[in-house]
């Protein structure tokens, strides 16, 4: 059903297709490769930005499709509103796991053409979006996906932690897949929650005495860069990012980190040495490892 929407908004002049590196990561091989084949591909890194984006590309006369986790609707509201006073027609797909997780009412003031795609005759509804492509403001087209929910395997990691950290001691981890029985506090993280994740993090050190660390792949850093410079980070600040080399192209990131009295170190491979003088460092801190955990 995606390529069928994909064809009819393509014939229509739209061929710059806009991903964010989440969404990009989560559908089907088969969609991935007749997108590569048929549209210009803009990588963009979250939501909002792309939105964003886009309307730049509008003015500019191309037209513009930004495929998103339906989870992440609210992010496009910001963007879409001022397309919408632009009388712009950007396109959104929202992809979703079921029909009962679309939830569109808060952006339809902004976002008038919404097109509810269920598991029927697509002829049905190529005539709504045929419209809609003429019409001087943005569209939605939810639609239901198989996505690929990424989640991570941490149970080494935890076996590491164990020799370490108290019972007390908790950790967060974004998105695991299973977890091994630990000696600590484990708080899981879905996927759906990935904005400001370190933000969210920082704003509960602050009131809590326990230690708390964060675990996460290294992208999502991507999606809350700015909190880094934030006069409220304490001693109790402790990231692992993971997967570093998806973000590392130099040291421009470490170079961020430190500017912000953070103390940063990059490694290959974690190991109960390392993390143990991690965990006790008397101030903030981000471990960079390249890898899985």
Not at 126 to 132: E, G, P, T, Y
Not at 190 to 211: A, D, F, L, N, V
Request: hydrophobic fraction near 40%; aromatic fraction near 12%.
């Amino acid at each position: 059903m995606l390529i069928d929407i994909l064809e009819t908004l393509k014939a229509k002049g739209y061929i710059d297709i806009i991903y964010t590196f989440d969404i990009k990561s989560e559908i089907k091989e088969s969609d991935k490769e007749y997108i590569n084949n048929n549209f210009q591909i803009n990588n963009i890194k979250d939501v909002r930005s792309a939105t964003f984006y886009a309307l730049g590309k509008e003015n500019l006369h191309k037209k513009c499709i930004i495929i998103i986790n339906g989870d992440d609707l609210q992010s496009t509201l910001t963007g879409i509103t001022e397309t919408w006073f632009q009388k712009l027609n950007i396109f959104v797909i929202a992809l979703y796991k079921k029909y009962d997780d679309i939830k569109t009412d808060f952006i339809r003031r902004v976002m008038p053409n919404i097109i509810r795609i269920y598991d029927e005759d697509f002829s049905e509804y190529k005539s709504l979006i045929l419209k809609a492509t003429a019409q001087c403001t943005p569209s939605l087209i939810t639609l239901k996906y198989n996505i690929v929910d990424i989640k991570y395997d941490y149970n080494n990691f935890i076996k590491l932690l164990n020799k370490i950290l108290k019972k007390d001691d908790e950790v967060f981890f974004y998105n695991p897949n299973n977890v091994l029985n630990n000696n600590f506090n484990i708080k899981s993280i879905k996927s759906k929650y990935k904005y400001c994740i370190i933000s969210k993090y920082m704003g509960y050190i602050t009131g809590i005495k326990k230690k708390s660390l964060l675990c996460i792949p290294a992208k999502l850093l991507l999606l809350d860069l700015n909190i880094l410079n934030n006069r409220y980070i304490n001693e109790n600040f402790k990231v692992i990012l993971f997967n570093a080399e998806e973000v590392k192209e130099d040291d421009t990131l470490e170079k961020w980190i430190e500017n912000n009295n953070i103390k940063s170190k990059c490694i290959n491979k974690i190991d109960e040495d390392v993390l143990n003088e991690f965990w006790n460092l008397e101030e903030s801190a981000i471990l960079l490892v390249k890898g899985e955990i």
